[in-house]
């Protein structure tokens, strides 16, 4: 769980920089006997695919995922699973101009003055590009978590100020938005329409509910569940903020009214606590929700100093999304897979 | 950074019940020769003791703190630092009704799914006295920090929906509500006090300021410098929520108004950020605020199920913290100091 | 599995320094519900104490274990499980001499070049004391590994070059050298006290034989079930070496020779293995033996030098074994066991 | 460190079976601003690779390593490095008579029973083939270690009972045995020639030698140096012992013959101990040897059972080595890279 590895028992390693050869991910620690769906990780690693619409950058990868290990037959061996995913449709050269500059809101400084070097090259190892990896070794999560009953769905609650106002979990994957609400889908792709050709970008909300986690996953004290998630989430570059439940809301509520009351059938009346207390999972549906900042790749022209520290004045030209919330969407639930799959394992050593 | 350990190289592992014998910390990885300031642990550990003003629980503990190894003279061996508490004002009389029932908000039936076994006393290991054992070792942390220059200040940001709308960090320690603005901590101790009298409680938000961690720290990609934190703050029962700079006011606006430029001297003209891009720190102030929940336990009569699913009312009448944000604001400084502590370590390792 | 810690899912971090308040450990992981046998624990703690016999330092520690928590009405609760053993016999007047001072065969040098401070009473931290932090640690180990039918034993299979030819399991406890042949323990005995009267130490060999592991257990590729064993025995300060099965000896056979056949019922013919191929257990009895280097503190005269580099000739007159083996070998069977206990976790997250 | 990761900051994951796709390993932490020697690598490589005399496998692989992430433009960038080794000449079919067989002296029945699936085709994830990602990322570590002045020399002690009895580090890579003694390489030769012809194979003692460490690196207590590398090296499929300095021959000395004096300048009189004294390197050369099964794959008729437990009756008639002495010996040395480089990092944090 610490650097590029995620996990403590179903643990995820990932690696590449978004102009070098590849990207890819390593899982240790799945279960062997599972049946690998290949369809399944290729629509998965199509729902985060760029090029699709307005509102996403038009770099073109295929992604195609190959399986190098840990799999034959397709079942899982219980050895390490190596998903690679090569990269094709690198614009190096968009990037020249920016080797000696520091972009406003990327984490070019920080790796600079961490390392000494970096691959500025589309972000390097800092670029969203980099979550394709996650999605493929979420899709290898979900599939465990499926024979476990266990549901993940992420949706754009709101893009530029846009809310959805209904949640019709059957819309999301029909509207570019990703939207629960087709009406709001429109008006968000509008807000991310416009941002773009005023050459900016918009922000948004994300949330996410899973369904089939029975009451008992989490580990006390520092591995609650939430806590854990929160890690998975906030291990994104673009989310800014978590809250689980009422959240920020719950700060503004007696405590009469925050409890959720039990019921006989060790069901709950309501769930202002997001289906975690204490950290550990209460058997109620867990939701989430993630501030998402607007993408800051933008071609308005921004002040920002080189590596000698001159003033510079930058347009980022790449390609960019102007909202990232759509596609981050199955990266969500990629982390919040591999999240769970991790819990589900660890909970089956917490009894005699 | 699994169960009941947090950390990579600054590794800290906890342990104890609320009214077994004692609590503690064992904190491995503290670099040889650091000065220990025993005066500064016991007015760290003062700061969290329950019993000092109407918004805390009566409970009595002295919280001496015994150091067992890995300090010599007061300077540290690099040997495990241990850190022990012994329990003393136990109540657990105020308990033995609760053996049965699951109390409302708290984390009693994931426990019980989890283990099949419980300590309900007091809420076991559950319960927020859990965090003196943090506190003892956050301490330790900030003495480490302190040869750094780091600086950690929370404070209350909002309790009972009342707002601290300066920031006064002089005033902070002076008022019970820990707020920084001395006209809003009268009001916050009023709706506290009011709730009490209801018997019941409220919630409220912390918010948390570094100063003087210079840019490069925090690891790609899932260790982010934010993605622990959020790990370290989310692993407190009490908190719901946690957001970074502008957090979720950030997912409302476009790109353009949410970078933060740089200019020379590699400073920033503002901190939408919060201090970290990319999981890197920026070498900006690192901020960020935390929802707090209303304490669970409420002496106002509830619904709820026990042990064998049968209909209960139930009145929580242990001794209580109306709200838990003016003694959670050391345990949230102390989760800060060992997050950073752990990182300041790890960077020594980042380049050749 | 750094540093002071030890295991991935059983997983224990030990503290103390010889001559500091106290030793311990702090199991984490160790699974609900299981009943809690302070009777044995006591009597493995007997079994490392010092003072028992001729062959030992006089030392004389109670070594009372005091449990602080993880355990309610002797059942574990799934919490982690402290383990407190207060120092009470130090004569760190013993040590002033040596505060300056190198001791040959010691790790006084490596000590003080590693941190730049050390704490020399008693060896501090790295003195063969902190075991019986591991060996109350390995009874909890132990208890488990009972539920599941497993059994070590470990036993002197020489010393000072006097070898036990029989393996009568009932005699181990019933002679100071703890050799399974009891007229081989006579010699040992009068090797180890002709060392001793002579001023010097003698050293030795340990097997363990551990029955009732399933075939399965151990993980590719580097946590080899008998890597792990190894990692944990190394752990032991006086322990030179190891060896699995016929060990060396195979380095001189061919294949044809060294190969276990396997017959119906899934048993083996032979056991040169030692009851592990390619790290994983074969259902065969694990067969391993361990170098015991001659305790370094003899009270002849030896040359060394002292921190400023100076000559100093040195007589080490504190109290210490004569021979560490019989008292070694608790801790070895305590290394084992909590080695296996880990083992026997992670296999439940084999399968599907 | 568990399962297939490896190390606790300098951290390689290794993935792969013999038959699979690739395999390759990815090393997390390795300090930014390395130069890669890409020609050293692919020198090592050579090393480790099958087909180069009588003495080895006559199975033909390039054994080429694609670099896929963490370098650019030859230097290291602080990301992971993903090392790639495609498969090439797999005769599968030689293993089709294998699939359901347990052949002895191999893993497959281990893996049976631990996964309940297996891939036996060239022995999966067991394979010694899996030790060449181990090789491609020593060489890394090697690559950092020589920036540090470390060196780290194995070489064949032992073959078929024959001993090098002069140890001309210069000879080792001359001669198809690596034995550091050309007459002794003559005889090696020949055993292992005679052995093969027979349809058997045999085993030996590899010896490792490394100086440039100073006085410091290990940690207390589990991780002590010689634990960590005797972890790593038992975690060689063929490995089954291992003794540090004078070893198994320690156990029948005196203290006062054992211990190493120090000698002005912090030098040592004596090397018994093998460069390392309570887990921590003392500056002298550090020395191991290693204890070498005789290749389980002989082609001489052996008696074993198949998954339904029957008799059978098996000649192994793949492509493997009569001794794996002269290939494992690049392996060993990798381990040891590996192990040093992460001991190297860590000892940055160990003071103030």
């Not at 530029?160 to 979990?169: F, I, L, P, S, Y």
């Amino acid at each position: 769980m610490s650097g590029n590895s995620f996990g403590v028992i179903f643990k995820v390693t990932t690696f590449g920089e978004s102009h070098g050869a590849a990207l890819g991910a390593v899982i240790d620690g799945v279960p062997a006997g599972l049946g690998v769906d290949r369809a399944f990780l290729a629509r998965e690693m199509a729902r985060r695919r760029p090029g699709q619409s307005q509102l996403a950058t038009a770099r073109r990868e295929s992604d195609a995922v190959e399986i190098l290990s840990g799999v034959r037959d397709d079942v899982t061996l219980g050895t390490p699973i190596t998903l690679l995913i090569r990269n094709a449709d690198q614009h190096s050269a968009d990037y020249a101009a920016l080797e000696e500059v520091f972009r406003p809101g990327h984490a070019d400084y920080g790796y600079f003055c961490k390392y000494g070097v970096r691959d500025a090259r589309g972000g390097g190892r800092a670029s969203g590009r980099e979550t394709c990896a996650r999605v493929a070794a979420g899709a290898v999560a979900k599939m465990f978590l499926r024979t476990l009953g266990v549901n993940i769905t992420a949706f754009a609650a709101e893009i530029g100020g846009v809310r959805a106002e209904t949640v019709d979990v059957s819309e999301i994957e029909r509207n570019p938005a990703r939207s629960p609400d087709a009406e709001a889908a429109v008006k968000m792709a509008e807000v991310a329409a416009a941002a773009a050709a005023a050459g900016d970008s918009v922000g948004g909300v994300v949330e996410c509910r899973i369904s089939g986690v029975p009451a008992g996953w989490g580990e006390p004290v520092f591995d609650k569940l939430d806590a854990r998630l929160a890690y998975a989430m906030l291990g994104l570059g673009a989310v800014k903020g978590i809250e689980f439940g009422d959240g920020f809301a719950a700060a503004g509520r007696r405590g009469s009214e925050n409890n959720d009351p039990m019921s006989p059938g060790f069901t709950f009346a309501s769930n202002h606590a997001g289906g975690i207390l204490g950290g550990i999972s209460t058997g109620n549906e867990i939701v989430f929700r993630l501030a998402v900042k607007p993408t800051p790749s933008v071609s308005l022209p921004q002040n920002t100093v080189d590596q000698a520290g001159n003033v510079r004045q930058i347009r980022v030209t790449g390609r960019h999304d102007p909202c990232v919330v759509p596609r981050i969407v199955p990266v969500v639930e990629a982390m919040a897979a591999l999240t769970l799959a991790d819990f589900a394992l660890m909970q089956r050593c917490a009894k005699l």
